[in-house]
């Protein structure tokens, strides 16, 4: 018996179906996202987002992709029934496509050996960013991130000290007459990094409604990083 | 056994394994035909009818736009802004800012802000001239009548957006409060004078 056409046209289906599911659906959904304005909060204006990376971001995304920091950290905040990413502080609002309108890969991730970055520029500066690359532990006691050394330099001061070199504890600190300066890839990096910020709320996503009483809401406490590594509990 | 003696299976020629028909059972349709129903149940309850602005946790668009924060007078700023760009901006500039020798500023003018909307009502319906201050400034201009070219509704539109527009944060102005001034029937152009004489509410 010649099942040949009959097999041909099952797995054809099979194919079809799944296309269909995952890049005609998803196309013809989201297809035309572009930027739109922020929901109005209050007497703030309303304002154009997202915006696109500027260059030396972009430039840092590459950095990001090719070191495979996407392995470890995600870019996405979970909705509030999902995790516990909002309470943490991750971000304000869950992530919606919109975010992504301009990432390109959007490098999403899948595993959370570190903490999710979509919102890191909110939460850090350049410095933060260094010291993070060159030596994880000094900011997150017992951090398993490698330390990414490379992306500096140590090299002799001249004739003035760098304006950029790292400020370092001594166990890191540089011999006596050399500075560690970050090279064009870090500087790259941490413009991406500073650059990724999921900011004011969208239709999709609209602010929490006011509380009625002026208590103090439960997540108001700003946490920057993760707790310092955990105290022995007296016994 | 005789272990010279060679096995049954190496000597007889199996048959070439052949797809044959066969019904399919009864309770397999059944259990397809259930888990198809019940998966239809539940795109319809956690789907959100595909739509691209609903996102965990609302269910739908309706539950998504009754969370966002509502603006009830935003169709009226609209539809005022529409009429200030027909008519008011040739003179009081889309800025609101008017122009010397033109027209007064409407931003921070105290007749635009005041608490109630009725001499400012008085004022497009019936037209205002002569000397009027504004802001500590003298202006001695005239304004043409607008009532005639535009209903109560139309008029309290476009007061409702000049006094929300350009940092101005005065409350709507309801129709009513045209309506009313419209039925005193002024004769003529109003003067600062007058209107000072009415009522601020």
Same mark, same amino acid.
């Given at each position: 018996?010649?099942? %040949?056409?009959?097999?041909?046209?099952?797995?054809?289906?099979?194919?079809?179906?799944?296309?269909?599911?995952?890049?005609?659906?998803?196309?013809?959904?989201?297809?035309?996202?572009?930027?739109?304005?922020?929901?109005? @909060?209050?007497?703030?204006?309303?304002?154009?987002? &997202?915006?696109?990376?500027?260059?030396?971001?972009?430039?840092?995304?590459?950095?990001?992709?090719?070191?495979?920091?996407?392995?470890?950290?995600?870019?996405? @905040?979970?909705?509030?029934?999902?995790?516990?990413?909002?309470?943490?502080?991750?971000?304000?609002?869950?992530?919606?496509?919109?975010?992504?309108?301009?990432?390109?890969? @959007?490098?999403?991730?899948?595993?959370?050996?570190?903490?999710?970055?979509?919102?890191?520029?909110?939460?850090?500066?350049?410095?933060?960013?260094?010291?993070?690359?060159?030596?994880?532990?000094?900011?997150?006691?017992?951090?398993?991130?490698?330390?990414?050394?490379?992306?500096?330099?140590?090299?002799?001061? %001249?004739?003035?000290?760098?304006?950029?070199?790292?400020?370092?504890?001594?166990?890191?600190?540089? &011999?006596?007459?050399?500075?560690? @300066?970050?090279?064009?890839?870090?500087?790259?990096?941490?413009?991406?990094?500073?650059?990724?910020?999921?900011?004011?709320?969208?239709?999709?996503? &609209?602010?929490?409604?006011?509380?009625?009483?002026?208590?103090?809401p439960t997540n108001a406490v700003a946490t920057n990083a993760f707790p310092a590594a955990a105290k022995p509990v007296p016994k | 056994m005789n272990p010279d003696e060679p096995t049954k299976a190496v000597n007889q020629k199996e048959a070439e394994p052949v797809a044959g028909r066969s019904t399919v059972p009864i309770w397999l349709i059944v259990v397809f035909g259930l888990l198809f129903y019940w998966s239809q149940l539940f795109l319809a309850e956690n789907a959100g009818g595909f739509n691209k602005d609903v996102y965990r946790p609302y269910p739908s668009f309706e539950e998504v736009a009754a969370a966002n924060p509502q603006d009830p007078e935003a169709k009226r700023r609209a539809e005022g802004r529409r009429v200030f760009m027909t008519t008011c901006y040739a003179c009081h500039l889309e800025t609101g800012l008017g122009k010397e020798g033109t027209a007064p500023p409407l931003v921070g003018s105290e007749w635009v802000l005041a608490p109630g909307g009725n001499r400012i009502a008085h004022i497009v319906l019936y037209g205002l001239t002569g000397p009027i201050n504004v802001k500590g400034q003298d202006w001695n201009l005239t304004m043409l009548a607008w009532g005639g070219n535009y209903n109560d509704e139309q008029l309290a539109d476009v007061l409702t957006y000049i006094r929300s527009q350009w940092g101005n944060k005065a409350g709507p102005i309801d129709p009513q409060v045209v309506k009313a001034a419209r039925a005193e029937a002024r004769p003529r152009y109003e003067t600062s004078d007058e209107l000072l004489k009415l009522p601020v509410q």
């Open positions: 018996m010649n099942s %040949g056409p009959l097999l041909f046209l099952g797995l054809f289906a099979t194919m079809a179906c799944s296309w269909t599911g995952f890049v005609l659906g998803p196309q013809l959904q989201l297809g035309s996202l572009a930027q739109t304005n922020t929901v109005v @909060v209050g007497d703030a204006l309303s304002q154009t987002y &997202p915006l696109a990376q500027p260059g030396e971001a972009h430039a840092g995304a590459e950095i990001y992709r090719a070191n495979g920091c996407a392995a470890c950290h995600t870019e996405m @905040v979970r909705p509030l029934d999902l995790g516990s990413d909002l309470q943490r502080n991750w971000g304000v609002r869950r992530s919606l496509a919109e975010d992504y309108v301009f990432a390109q890969p @959007v490098m999403l991730g899948s595993q959370r050996i570190g903490p999710d970055l979509a919102n890191f520029g909110r939460r850090t500066d350049t410095n933060g960013i260094y010291l993070r690359l060159y030596d994880p532990g000094l900011i997150t006691r017992g951090s398993v991130m490698p330390p990414y050394r490379f992306f500096f330099e140590t090299r002799k001061i %001249g004739f003035f000290p760098s304006p950029d070199a790292l400020v370092l504890p001594d166990q890191d600190a540089p &011999p006596a007459g050399f500075e560690i @300066v970050p090279r064009p890839q870090a500087r790259a990096l941490a413009a991406y990094l500073l650059s990724l910020r999921q900011e004011g709320y969208l239709f999709e996503a &609209p602010p929490p409604p006011l509380p009625k009483t002026n208590a103090v | -």
